[in-house]
């Protein structure tokens, strides 16, 4: 396989990662900044088995880091890149939606810059 297509791979992989609305709800709460398991169940509104199962998977792809703070487990984007391309997609999205359209401006807001 060339150099090429090894980093082609990757990024494929990277975009699948990013390519489930769980995992983004889950991004969007963090940009926030650091959040536990329950504070990110909380914010996505879905079970603690479903989020931890996405959470996991995220966290094996580089994608979060995570630490220990007791019987805790907190977590945060790893890199910020993820929530810009996250906002840009979203912001791209909003502005060709045809029906109900959203504004660029909540799109944007949607990945707000803050602690990731």
């Given at each position: 396989?060339?150099?090429?297509?090894?980093?082609?791979?990757?990024?494929?992989?990277?975009f699948?990662?990013?390519?489930?609305?769980?995992?983004?709800?889950?991004?969007?709460?963090?940009?926030d900044?650091?959040?536990?398991?329950?504070?990110?169940?909380?914010?996505?509104?879905?079970?603690?088995?479903?989020?931890?199962?996405?959470?996991?998977?995220?966290?094996?792809?580089?994608?979060?880091?995570?630490?220990?703070?007791?019987?805790?487990?907190?977590?945060?984007?790893k890199?910020?890149?993820?929530?810009?391309?996250?906002?840009?997609?979203?912001?791209?999205?909003?502005?060709?939606?045809?029906?109900?359209?959203?504004?660029?401006?909540?799109a944007?807001?949607?990945?707000?810059?803050g602690?990731?």
């Amino acid at each position: 396989m060339s150099e090429l297509d090894s980093l082609l791979e990757q990024v494929s992989g990277y975009f699948s990662v990013l390519s489930e609305p769980t995992r983004l709800k889950i991004i969007r709460v963090l940009c926030d900044g650091e959040k536990s398991v329950n504070d990110i169940v909380e914010g996505v509104e879905s079970t603690q088995s479903n989020v931890s199962r996405h959470l996991n998977l995220m966290y094996r792809a580089g994608v979060l880091s995570r630490r220990k703070e007791g019987t805790l487990v907190m977590y945060h984007v790893k890199e910020p890149t993820v929530v810009e391309l996250c906002r840009t997609v979203c912001v791209h999205v909003a502005a060709k939606m045809d029906s109900a359209p959203v504004e660029t401006a909540h799109a944007a807001a949607v990945f707000r810059q803050g602690g990731a």
